[in-house]
């Protein structure tokens, strides 16, 4: 397949690799591995999963829940809590699979109490320190009357307590990535020990990237959920949690046009390709990708002084160094290490294989 326009390329061995290693980590660490799909958004690269002998996941939205369950996935965590108004719908999806659902708050609870027609599994979110949603693992008094709600409620089955440890993508180090995973598993385990005697059968879930490639210690953990692993990024090799070798997709865009005077190359790809998730730099400024020159058979990475650093709707500007300007010419094809493979991978909606394949991504809807 010719590309003529900004193409997400897909190593499938790498990506095949990164599940295997991640699938063998859970293995050995005896935990459930339920990985995240919201990072590749596709039946194909799911069915990769499979193979590896994966029958659980973790979705962030009903539309996605309801996209895999058509392909077969019938054992599915929505990772997102519960939205009022789609209770119907989540009435729909349950009698057709296994489902579970989050809870952070009382509202929620009672319109599923209230409107809820099937049996289905409920985790009470946490934060662990994010900020982003959850309840506080302190709060043991809301928590306490949820579960008491719960225990009165037929069709709702406490499944446990679900964390996502996402401020592991802030830290400053690996070492500071252990810090927030052991600060987030003693906060889990508190729960878990406070829980289990009247919850015998409570899981305590957990997902990132960071910690469930780098760390070794889930004492107390019954199920992780990472989902950026399966291509990695910049992001996570900034973080040291990934090899470059280990990120599985690049974007490939035309160049357009060079600007000797500024050192600077305009390319096709933009803000709608790329998204505008940012690293920072060697000289302070703000990285939205790395360059990889193509020379006859040989891949050439070009150091972090070369760089795409800004975007606009469809234009992308990188910055390069005089000795390397002789590398761009318009027309020529180049390939750029996102910043963040999830987002980039949810703007392109599809994959070039390395082997010329082409695969879908879920539709909008």
């Not at 895999?68 to 699979?97: C, H, K, M, Q, Y």
């Not at 500024?262 to 096709?268: A, G, L």
């Not at 058979?297 to 990188?318: F, K, P, T, V």
């Amino acid at each position: 397949m010719e590309i003529t326009k900004p193409t997400l390329l897909l190593n499938k061995d790498i990506a095949l690799r990164n599940i295997e290693n991640m699938v063998r980590k859970a293995n050995a660490l005896q935990l459930n591995f339920r990985p995240h799909f919201k990072t590749h958004q596709s039946a194909e690269i799911a069915e990769w999963f499979r193979s590896a002998g994966v029958k659980a996941i973790t979705v962030s939205s009903l539309t996605m829940a309801n996209y895999f369950a058509e392909f077969g996935w019938d054992d599915i965590t929505i990772a997102f809590s519960v939205n009022i108004p789609e209770i119907p719908e989540i009435n729909e999806l349950a009698g057709r699979i296994k489902l579970n659902i989050l809870i952070e708050n009382s509202e929620g609870l009672e319109a599923l109490q209230e409107q809820i027609t099937r049996h289905i599994g409920i985790f009470i979110k946490i934060d662990t320190g994010y900020n982003r949603t959850g309840i506080e693992a302190n709060r043991t008094p809301l928590i306490d009357q949820l579960l008491e709600s719960i225990q009165k409620s037929p069709l709702l089955q406490f499944k446990g307590f679900l964390s996502h440890t996402g401020h592991t993508y802030l830290a400053n180090s690996t070492h500071d990535i252990f810090s927030r995973h052991f600060d987030a598993l003693l906060k889990m385990k508190a729960l878990k020990a406070r829980y289990i005697s009247d919850w015998p059968e409570l899981l305590i879930s957990l997902g990132d990237t960071p910690s469930c490639t780098l760390a070794d210690n889930f004492d107390g953990v019954d199920e992780i959920r990472p989902g950026n692993f399966v291509f990695y990024d910049l992001m996570q090799f900034k973080l040291g949690v990934c090899k470059l070798t280990d990120i599985a997709v690049r974007m490939v865009c035309p160049v357009i046009a060079i600007h000797n005077s500024r050192n600077e190359v305009v390319i096709y790809g933009g803000a709608i390709h790329f998204a505008k998730d940012s690293i920072t730099n060697i000289d302070g400024k703000q990285l939205f990708g790395r360059i990889i020159i193509r020379e006859g058979d040989e891949e050439i990475l070009l150091d972090e002084r070369n760089y795409l650093y800004a975007l606009s709707q469809e234009h992308g500007i990188l910055r390069i160094t005089p000795k390397d300007l002789h590398y761009f010419k318009p027309g020529k094809l180049i390939e750029i290490l996102p910043v963040h493979s999830c987002l980039t991978a949810n703007l392109m909606k599809e994959y070039l294989t390395t082997d010329g394949d082409l695969i879908k991504m879920m539709p909008f809807y």
